[in-house]
């Protein structure tokens, strides 16, 4: 069972950055390959951005490509998203979930464990 919790989300203003956290209390964190979802107030949850297990792989929808980065410190159990230029629409919870099962990395169903979310709100 691996267990996240997500930090960093707050409250920023147009253009402005943020960078999420999401640490793991699993011992073998490194062997997942990693994910970052959103959801805003009445929309399903989407994905945003998605890492192997060294990072050496890195998918990001394509809302965000250019302006979020996903990464991870295996050492740290930790993976991050730097988001930059942060719009409006970029407003939602913001989730990591860890792949424990074969699917495809922006499916919410190839993810076993959820953290609990972290809110992000762009003030236009």
């Known amino acids: 069972q691996v267990q996240l919790v997500e930090s960093g989300g707050g409250l920023v203003q147009v253009g402005g950055s943020l960078r999420l956290s999401c640490a793991a209390s699993?011992?073998?964190?490194?062997?997942?390959?990693m994910g970052w979802f959103r959801q805003a107030p009445g929309k399903e949850r989407e994905f945003v951005a998605h890492?192997?297990?060294?990072?050496?792989?890195?998918y990001h929808a394509d809302s965000v490509r250019g302006r979020f980065t996903i990464s991870r410190d295996n050492a740290e159990k930790t993976i991050y998203l730097q988001m930059n230029t942060l719009k409006p629409e970029d407003t939602a919870v913001y989730y990591c979930a860890a792949q424990a099962r074969v699917g495809h990395w922006s499916d919410t169903r190839s993810y076993d464990y959820w953290g609990q979310g972290t809110q992000v709100t762009v003030s236009s």
């Open positions: 890492i192997n297990w060294d990072g050496s792989i890195r």
């Open positions: 699993e011992r073998t964190f490194s062997s997942y390959p």
